[in-house]
DNA sequence: ACCCTGTTTTGAAACGATTCAATTATGAAT
DNA sequence: ATTCATAATTGAATCGTTTCAAAACAGGGT
């Protein structure tokens, strides 16, 4: 159907090996020739089969991103920035989305085997690390990317989640509060167990305060809508006068529910603090005060150490932690 | 380095015929022989390379799907909605972002057509219809989401972009607002233009009304806030009573600006508008009116189309346009 | 025994690029 | 003229699948 590079190389009347060096290494071949079979390239319309390209030369140009939230615009920075590298280093990225199902995540990752990408930067949502150790195996590395590895055994980029959850809370009891409700879940996703782990050191300094923690299905903005109602129905006097929520969208929520409501004030009856600082976080109806993690930094730099270590395979794994930033708003 | 086709062949005593066969036709194949190879596959941890697969086969399960601001939420309900529809026909969806970059727009392309797509979703930056053209006559389709096709060569997803302007400007002035501001750009994106187009036909029931066009760079948070400050540098006097803004983003940029400031009101000074109504829009400083498109059920039905067209190259174009739905909030 | 009809299985021939050892051209130096 | 070093070109072998015509097998029915 289309043209292949023997069309060419008997078009412009010069071998496959030529056409082929023509196309990667131009260098070997003399200025004329080079001029003569783009030529030929451009008449025919040669496309270069990846496929066959790959098949043979053994390695691949992309790199995929699999992200258990693609509307969670804290990834959506993050794989900006992961992007943006790759480009200039001659990558190409591909997103993938698993939607926070653990089905999915696995689905994908053999996907990616069967593909043989030359890397992988993935943000865990189920316990992946025992398929990603056989992935490396097989010659395809990964980089965990806000999270670290569990065992040590991969590099990872992230934000230091127990520093973040601290500073949240420590900046709500300065406002003397002393009636906080984590909200956010599930518990088993590390970052959401990291942040409150944070929260709960930060109470040790104030043993009067208490920590409810009210569990969440999801960290979305719907799931914060539910827990907001459900602080509603709530008697008053039970009430929390303070909320660390696990991102910003499920804070979103609870402002939804709670200020729509009308009879509960942000931050004069409950104070909210999220985490992300999603760049919604600024205008909504009360501005959040947040938890700034350097998103599309986090993307960059993930993909730089994927380079690396997809070029030498023997490396010791990396870890490289941002520290997190409270930005203070309305809300608190 | 890993298991080929060829190791499984030998290991199990069968022919390489065979072990294909168990995995792409299982039917052809005993039971007894398909469960001894598929212990094979296990024990050697066999990987199918799926370059070689589609070099053979010539079909690639891959559609791409690309979008000039992956950070625009509505773009990401659309991409769910377009992987949730793949997932269950049995293809893989990659996003790629082009971040508004025309240059960016045709290296993807350029690269999906080395991959040999089986075909694309796209939501056109710049005038790449030509270049469309051509991939189609190589034998990649692609669907136009959000935007029509300029010439009738391409089926479409889209929403009535001049409908919505003009529902979005008719709520404006029949909330008695008589100058109104339509913000965003540039100008030369079709769904801007439609959007403004939509407006000025709305504007024509009321002479004494007026429009004036602030354009913008991107539709963006930032732009919006850009535009939002140089209002309140105005005379009081000259500003505008209504704004219908391009999109959420720009509306929420705006809202911040504008209500940070204290001394503009919205909707007492100025009313807002939106489009697209994204999950933040409710959660907004102020929640904002917004036109309503159906994000997910696009790029659901954009796959459909897609699917179609791949298995049938022949089809007429055909052009699917949802209506755009007001929902109205406090902003107005 | 033999024929016939399905089922299973086989294995060589693609698919379209890249690689690399071998060959040929080029031209400067003697 | 001849030699030599270097540059440019060639083309067969290879990557790991799938495909498909042909061969082998199984088991009734006569």
Same mark, same amino acid.
């Given at each position: 159907m289309s043209a292949s590079v023997k069309d060419v190389a008997l078009q412009a009347g010069v071998s496959v090996g030529t056409v082929s060096n023509v196309l990667n290494h131009p260098g070997r071949v003399s200025p004329d020739t080079v001029k003569r079979v783009q030529k030929t390239i451009a008449d025919l319309g040669f496309v270069r089969n990846d496929a066959a390209r790959q098949l043979r $030369?053994? %390695?691949?140009r992309t790199i995929a991103l699999l992200v258990? %939230?693609? $509307?969670n615009p804290f990834f959506a920075d993050l794989a900006r920035g992961a992007e943006d590298a790759a480009t200039t280093e001659g990558y190409q990225v591909i997103v993938a989305n698993t939607s926070e199902s653990l089905e999915r995540e696995l689905s994908y990752l053999d996907l990616f085997e069967e593909q043989r990408v030359r890397g992988i930067l993935i943000s865990p949502y189920g316990d992946v690390e025992p398929r990603l150790h056989a992935l490396k195996k097989f010659g395809i590395p990964s980089i965990l990317v806000d999270r670290v590895s569990e065992n040590q055994g991969f590099s990872s980029v992230s934000v230091d989640d127990v520093a973040g959850g601290s500073i949240a809370t420590e900046h709500l009891l300065q406002k003397n509060r002393r009636k906080i409700a984590f909200v956010g879940g599930p518990l088993d996703i590390p970052q959401v167990r990291d942040r409150l782990l944070g929260a709960r050191s930060a109470m040790e300094s104030q043993p009067e305060a208490s920590l409810i923690v009210l569990e969440?299905? $999801?960290?979305t903005v719907l799931e914060g809508r539910r827990v907001g109602h459900s602080l509603l129905a709530m008697d008053e006097a039970d009430r929390p006068d303070a909320i660390f929520a696990a991102n910003d969208l499920v804070a979103l929520g609870l402002l939804q529910a709670l200020v729509a409501a009308g009879d509960i004030a942000v931050p004069g009856d409950i104070a909210i603090v999220g985490y992300d600082d999603i760049d919604f976080a600024t205008s909504a109806i009360v501005p959040l005060t947040s938890i700034r993690q350097p998103s599309a930094l986090m993307g960059e730099t993930a993909l730089k150490l994927l380079k690396e270590e997809a070029s030498n395979s023997g490396m010791k794994p990396r870890k490289v932690v941002f520290q997190p930033e409270l930005i203070i708003r309305s809300s608190t």
């Open positions: $030369a053994g %390695d691949s258990f %939230d693609a $509307a969440t299905l $999801a960290t």
